[in-house]
Nanobody, 123 residues
């Protein structure tokens, strides 16, 4: 089992920045990739970014490329999502997930999920 706890969400004005954190505990070896997803009201959960265990491989949704950066500190078992130039359309609950491969962009392929953290971007 893997437990994931997100933090860092909040209310920010358009153009601002936030950094989300996802702390992991438990048996993380087999689900070493970390992904971020988001879900806005009335919409399906969508892929945001993913990073491999070593951090050398990342992938981003087109909507966040150049604005968001995913990183990780394995000594702290923590993954981060730095979000810059935020837009109102980035408003959503952001979820951290653990999976077996950094190639996964489909949420159904992830094994463990955090409870989510709300990000609200005002115009």
């Amino acid at each position: 089992q893997v437990q994931l706890v997100e933090s860092g969400g909040g209310l920010v004005q358009a153009g601002g920045s936030l950094r989300l954190s996802c702390a992991a505990s438990g048996r993380t070896f087999s689900s070493s990739a970390r992904g971020w997803f988001r879900q806005a009201p009335g919409k399906e959960r969508e892929f945001v970014a993913v990073i491999s265990y070593g951090g050398g491989n990342t992938n981003y949704a087109d909507s966040v490329k150049g604005r968001f950066t995913i990183s990780r500190d394995n000594a702290k078992n923590t993954v981060y999502l730095q979000m810059n130039s935020l837009k109102p359309e980035d408003t959503a609950v952001y979820y951290c997930a653990a999976g077996r491969s950094y190639t996964y962009t489909d949420s159904t392929l992830y094994d463990f999920w955090g409870q989510g953290t709300q990000v609200t971007v005002s115009s």
